[in-house]
């Protein structure tokens, strides 16, 4: 067993019925730690800012299927997918120096990453996809990050089972350079029902936090005050906030 897989074992040892045990309030702080401690452990492993696989042309999927929302069904968005979504902005707030409200042609002006790689929903599939677009870090520091900001919110259009999407990550993944807001997939502008026209692109974490239908990001010092405070629409549900693979 190699140094990874003892480490997963443990941990999943540690985390095995989290979901049931942390809806216990005394267990709570618990949960957490574990989940702290797969964070740190996580990346002790494979050193400080290790990238995901990435794979060849080859490997692509047929389809990049569609998961969770692949539509918003909205007046507004309905508009704005007539336009060709020139009109999308992405809003850049929170605790940052100078807030930037980008359209899709300053998303498109940025210096930009292409990746193929693999995306793990724990619904238990999986696709391999190439994905284009600018990294989070640079819009990050072009806004300027204040301080006491410690992590991202991402805002989505859509509404899931009637709540809206969201997401987070710590600075350290937003600062990952495989961290992009891709507006291309497979070499087309993105499909609906991948979420276009921006998605977030996390790629060593797990599928639930890759918001798409993005319209906003904002640096905050704490997850307090968005959904139930867990950092996510699913972590809301019980799933873990660092998901990572
Ligand atoms: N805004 C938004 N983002 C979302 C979701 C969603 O329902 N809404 N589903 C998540 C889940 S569970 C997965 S697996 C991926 C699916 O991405 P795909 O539709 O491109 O396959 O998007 C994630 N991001
Ligand atoms: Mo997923």
């Known amino acids: 067993m190699n140094r990874r897989n003892l480490l997963a074992t443990l941990l999943g040892t540690l985390t095995a019925g989290c979901t049931k045990i942390g809806e216990t309030a005394p267990f709570a702080w618990a949960v957490d730690q574990a989940e702290g401690l797969h964070r740190v452990a996580h990346r002790a492993i494979g050193g400080p800012r290790p990238l995901a696989r990435e794979y060849p042309p080859s490997a692509i999927s047929a389809d990049f299927r569609g998961n969770g929302s692949t539509d918003v069904p909205t007046p507004a968005y309905r508009a704005h997918q007539a336009a060709g979504f020139a009109d ?44 284009t677009g600018p990294q989070l870090g640079p819009i990050l520091d072009r806004a300027g990050l204040l301080p006491d900001a410690r992590f991202v919110i991402f805002r989505c259009a859509d ?35 991948n979420g276009a026209p921006l998605r977030l692109r996390l790629e060593r974490q797990l599928g639930y936090k890759h918001a798409k239908y993005l319209t906003g990001i904002q640096a905050v010092a704490s997850l307090d005050g968005f959904g139930d405070g867990n950092g996510g629409f699913w972590e809301d549900r019980g799933y873990q906030w660092y998901a990572g693979i």
Request: aromatic content about 8%; hydrophobic content about 40%; some cysteine.
């Open 88 to 131: 999308w902005r992405l809003v850049v707030g929170g605790l940052v120096e100078r807030p930037l409200s980008l359209s899709m042609a300053d998303i498109r002006a940025l210096p930009q990453r292409t990746q193929i790689t693999r995306h793990d929903c724990v619904e238990g599939w999986s696709a391999i996809g190439q994905w």
């Open 159 to 193: 509404l899931l089972y009637g709540a809206p999407y969201y997401e987070s990550c710590d600075l350290t993944d937003a600062f990952h350079p495989q961290t992009i807001i891709a507006h291309r997939l497979n070499g087309g502008d993105l499909p609906v029902k």
